[in-house]
């Protein structure tokens, strides 16, 4: 009987994904729990300094501490997601009418496969600083061709 092969999502080829991570409600503790589970859960390959940023869109909340990781995973990209909304939920992350709203913690990918997905890479300071220490420090480029 042949060995048992594991199911196609994890059996492809590691994708590194860079992530922007940023919370303002009670963020000292909440940025420390968003490493503990990404650290646990993925393979954390790099992470920035956290930053300390005035909210943009709505003004009317407290400033926001900002980070970047960079991690590898198995999962496709909707798939890893869909993971780091479930990991914004279990730190109890409210998804209110104001978009730009006070949040536990928000965490979005930024560049997949080294290339660029969101633009707030190319728009926001808070996601463009963290981000370029990561590279800088893991020896990353990004792909920026499509954003030319």
């Known amino acids: 009987m042949p060995p048992p092969t594991l199911s196609a999502p994890y059996s ?3 994708h590194e994904c860079l992530i922007s991570l940023g919370s303002n409600i009670e963020p000292d503790h909440y940025v420390v729990q968003a490493l503990d ?11 920035s300094k956290t930053i ?8 009317q909340q407290p400033d926001f501490l900002n980070a970047a990781l960079l991690v590898s995973t198995p999962l496709e990209r909707e798939a890893f997601r869909t993971y780091l909304k479930g990991v914004e939920d279990r730190l109890g992350r409210v998804r209110g009418a ?5 949040r ?10 080294g290339e660029v997905v969101d633009d707030g890479y190319f728009k926001h300071d ?14 990353r480029r990004l792909e ?3 954003y030319s």
């Open 104 to 113: 536990t913690m928000d965490l979005d990918i930024v560049a997949w496969d």
């Open 144 to 146: 920026l061709q499509k």
């Open 52 to 59: 300390r940023t005035s909210p943009v869109g709505y003004q």
């Open 37 to 47: 589970i990404i650290s646990r859960e993925c393979n954390l390959l790099a992470r």
């Open 12 to 14: 492809a080829a590691l």
């Open 98 to 102: 104001i978009k730009s709203g006070p």
């Open 126 to 139: 808070y996601v463009k600083k963290p981000v370029d220490e990561v590279l800088a420090s893991s020896g």
